[in-house]
């Protein structure tokens, strides 16, 4: 053993010692105080976030979506995360824990219509007329889509609209119902397509979610450039918070996406030609050797950080920029549409 090695052995302990009480001084310091001794991790995950507000997976799936509950983006990728200031701000409001489960409660078509105090018929007649619009679904044991729908939703309805709920439908509804139309399952895209815009205004995500309701022939018209087809697929939005759900729910989200209507169709593409148009003039899409990094979508924030916008033809939610064509588009976007190819109307009955 040499000296100095003698020496550091007879001295570790008053060195650890000293290191010790230096440490919890420089703690105490609050000139000194970093991120590290504010406390504990300032973000939780989701199942973490869940529990704590007494939610369960789905509801809590839900009101990300509906953007009841903030979000943030890890700083080295990954599914989004829930700051712990956001959950205190949710634990604090009156009526916890039962006023978020109350928020994002949905009832299937029997328990919406006992709820409203009709039968399960009348309520599926509204509900294809598009008075009330699902804001998600289920699978039951045959694979058949469930539509869900928000109960706070079906109070204002019942409030808003009481004589839809009695007596002789009208003339328009019946016209409707008669002629086997059936909006369910294009109101509810419309609905994840405003919830979607809010929550991102990078262009090349925006137009994503655009290009998300055109099925691959569709979208292969609208955009001919195969770079920026990929870089679409790339960008589009991932499911309910980024949890990969069941083959069968899969398979059932990829049935529903697609626009089948032809009018819903056409508009469709030319909301996917302008925030094309607007994704362009921001940045190119990248190409093989082009030095660009391939970035994927970011996570925005959702919940209150982003204002709502007026209900429009995208329904609840959305981002604030006009939803029709500009005036000087209106030649330029017809010309790219093409004659004959905005009413491509895809294989029926999917919905259940």
């Not at 700083?75 to 928020?103: H, K, M, Q, W």
């Not at 397509?193 to 691959?216: E, F």
């Not at 990829?254 to 940045?283: H, K």
Request: hydrophobic share 35%; charged share 25%; glycine share 12%.
């Amino acid at each position: 053993m040499t000296a100095t090695e003698a020496t550091c052995g007879r001295t570790t302990g008053t060195y650890t010692n000293r290191r010790r009480r230096t440490a919890r001084e420089h703690a105490s310091d609050p000139r000194t105080a970093g991120p590290a001794a504010a406390g504990p991790a300032a973000t939780v995950a989701s199942g973490r976030a869940a529990q704590k507000l007494g939610l369960k997976r789905g509801e809590f799936d839900l009101a990300v979506h509906l953007g009841l509950i903030g979000t943030e983006a890890p700083p080295g990728g990954g599914n989004p995360r829930v700051g712990r200031a956001e959950i205190d701000r949710l634990r604090a409001t009156a009526g916890f824990p039962d006023s978020p489960r109350d928020t994002v409660r949905t009832a299937g078509t029997a328990e919406a219509a006992a709820l409203l105090g009709i039968s399960p018929v009348r309520f599926t007649g509204l509900a294809r007329v598009g008075c009330v619009s699902p804001v998600a679904f289920s699978l039951n044991h045959y694979r058949a889509v469930v539509w869900l729908y928000l109960v706070e939703e079906l109070t204002v309805f019942a409030a808003r609209e009481p004589e839809l709920l009695s007596g002789r439908a009208p003339d328009g509804m019946r016209a409707v119902l008669k002629a086997g139309g059936d909006r369910r399952a294009r109101n509810w895209r419309a609905h994840r397509t405003g919830r979607l815009l809010s929550r991102t205004a990078d262009p090349w995500a925006r137009a994503a979610v655009r290009a998300s309701a055109l099925d691959p022939v569709q979208l292969a018209e609208v955009v001919d450039d195969p770079y920026e087809r990929a870089y679409l697929v790339r960008m589009r939005p991932a499911g309910a918070f980024g949890r990969p759900g069941s083959v069968s729910g899969r398979e059932a989200m990829e049935q529903l996406m697609p626009a089948d209507d032809p009018d819903e169709i056409l508009w469709c593409r030319v909301n996917l030609i302008m925030e094309l148009d607007r994704a362009r003039e921001c940045r190119p899409a990248p190409r093989p050797g082009d030095g660009r990094p391939r970035c994927g979508p970011a996570a925005v924030p959702s919940g209150p950080r982003v204002p709502p916008r007026s209900v429009g033809r995208e329904g609840r939610g959305g981002h604030g920029r006009p939803t029709g064509p500009r005036p000087g588009l209106r030649l330029r976007l017809l010309s790219r549409l093409g004659p004959g190819r905005a009413a491509r109307p895809l294989p029926s009955g999917r919905d259940r």
